[in-house]
Structures are given as structure tokens and as C-alpha cells.
């Protein structure tokens, strides 16, 4: 072999060394989740309320929603293929990184993306409930390419839940444009030295007492971090990676809800039901899950986990049972009002 020969091969194996590089991660891109906040401290939303269901006080923790949400997320993405790390597994004070922690822990990850995961409130007395979607810059003008991309794909397919009520439409914006009180290009601490690309979500609104007993279901938080996997799908281009659909939704009784000194909006002025089991059934009338609605007042059900094809929704106490087609890494949502209303 002459050196001209050799020199060809090294090139060759080179290129062959780097496409495999390049291939390997666009097949299995890496995603760095940060679960926001940590413990059960004063900087956690604690957020106490009396609960009729319950008949007691309970607190809510944006610490314990943001774990349930980024660990569902972890799982999915894992599940589609995607190499996954997260700033936290637990729910302790010592979990509650300092921002540079968070920030070198992204760094240090190798990931090709950047995902906070939170929750929000309005801070005033006025009730709202939307998804925000926030990445570093102007609206329009990501610090790092590719951060406007991802969070337009999470307000669409966070948005598109239909397990919720929604009283204003999403936004996408850049965080110095959104918190331009804030000083100039200040933003939020946790984009504001990442280098990759990425953004913070803040799913909902727990300040809105129907989606903060909605947020005290874990099945519910699972949901979001199932509809923020296909958004992050969607920026990757691997919408078809994923095998599996869901089914969710909500059940209501045909009357006003029991706790009215709580502001509510379209169908969460319904109440809810409670302690009602709903059943999914294939196309041959087998049951294929059952779930047992809990007794925090939200009404919410969920199945995962589904293949492809069509299925019957029952619920107990309701006259009617509703038929849905699931679809491969997509989310199926069926809702239904009963009329006896059993509280």
C-alpha cells in the first residue's frame, strides 16, 4: 500500500467514523430534563387549600408536579429511543439545585437539548390557566438556534389537551421580551448561561384551583410529560418512533360544581367526578384496563400503553359509553358529562 493509498483509507474510515457519529445522534438525541425546584421548603409553591373530597387541607407542591411530569418525560423519551439525564430522581431539599449546579450539569450532559420542567401562577388575584413556553432572547430571536423551534412544538401539543380547560390561548415567547421588567437581557437564571438549545415550560396554572386538583393526580402530570415527549418528537423529527397511543379524559356530572367560592371557567364550572371506575374495552368488548378515578375532585382517567386501533370508553353511572381510536405515539382525549349525580 503507498502512503497516497493510506492516506485515502484514513480519510475514508474518518468519514465513515464521523457519519456514524452524526447518525448515532440523530437516532438517539440526548435530552437533559431539569424537574424545577425541590423539597417540600417555602421556595416550592406550598399552595394549601381545603378540599371538600378530602375534608381536610391539602397542599400543593409545584416541587412534587414538576418530579412527576420530568420523570414520566425521562420514561417516555427513554422508551423512544433517547439518551435521557435530569438534575433529580427525589423530592428533597437537597434536590433544589442552585442554578450554576443546573447549568454545568447540562453542560457536562452531552445533550443536544435542554428542558425545564414547572408550573405557574399568576401571583395576583386573577385566574387564568394557559401554557407558556420560554426560551432565551427576543420573540423570535433564540439565543441559541433552535430554542424558539422547540417551544412552538410544546405550546402545540401541550395546548392540545383536551383533560383540561384552558382559558387563554399559548404563548411562545422569548424570556427578555416577557420579562422585560426585569432588566435588560436578564430572563430567567436558568436559560441564562445554557448553552444549549432549550427552554422552560411552565405547563399550566396552579393558582387555578380546577388544574392545581388536576396537578395533585400524578396520572394527570404523567399526561403532560407524555404531550411535552412528542413535542420534543416533533423538534427531532421522530414522530414516528413511538409505538404506543393514550387514552385520557375528564368525567362531569350535569350540574354546578360543590365548591363555587373557587373561580372556574366552560366545563370546569361542572363538578366533577369522584371514586367512579372507567373502563376501557377493545374492539372485541374484552377490558383491557380499568381506572379508579381518585376523590380530589378533578374527574381526570388515563390508560397508556395502547396499541393502535379502536376501543370503547366506559364509565360507571354513565348510560353511554363512547368509542375512540388511538394512534401511535399520539393522545386521544374523551370526556363525558353523566347526569345522576352521585357526590
Known sequence: ??????????????????????????????????PGHGGHDSNDRPTPFYLWTVGDTVTYYESDSNLATGSALKRYLEEKGYEVGTTRVDNTSDDDLDLYEIVALAA??????????????????????????????????PVVEGSDSIARAVKKHLQANQATVWTHPPKDWGDWSFYRNWGYKTGLGVLRYNKLPGMLCEGSFFDYVPERCRKLN??????????QSLAIDEYFGRSGK??????????????????????????????????????????????????????????????????????????EGADAESEVEVRANQSTYCNFEIAAARR
Open 108 to 141: 457536562n450532559s452531552g445533550a443536544d437539548l435542554f428542558f425545564a420542567v414547572h408550573s405557574n401562577a399568576t401571583g395576583i388575584p386573577a385566574r387564568l390557566n394557559y401554557t407558556l413556553s420560554l426560551y432565551r432572547g427576543y420573540n423570535g430571536e
Open 242 to 315: 413511538g409505538k404506543t397511543g393514550v387514552v385520557a379524559g375528564l368525567v362531569r356530572y350535569q350540574c354546578e360544581r360543590t365548591d363555587t367560592t373557587y373561580k372556574a371557567f366552560d366545563k370546569d364550572l361542572l363538578q366533577p367526578a369522584n371514586k367512579l371506575t372507567v373502563t376501557l374495552l377493545n374492539a372485541k368488548g374484552r377490558t383491557v384496563g380499568q381506572y379508579r378515578i381518585d376523590n380530589l375532585n378533578n374527574g381526570f382517567y388515563w390508560f397508556e400503553g395502547l396499541k393502535q386501533g379502536r376501543y370503547r370508553v366506559r364509565v
Open 1 to 34: 500500500m503507498t502512503f497516497g493509498d493510506m492516506r485515502r483509507s484514513v480519510f475514508i474510515l474518518s468519514v465513515l467514523l464521523l457519519t456514524a457519529l452524526c447518525a448515532s445522534a440523530k437516532d438517539n438525541p440526548r435530552v437533559f430534563i431539569n
Open 218 to 227: 400524578t396520572d394527570f402530570c404523567h399526561m403532560e410529560g407524555w404531550n
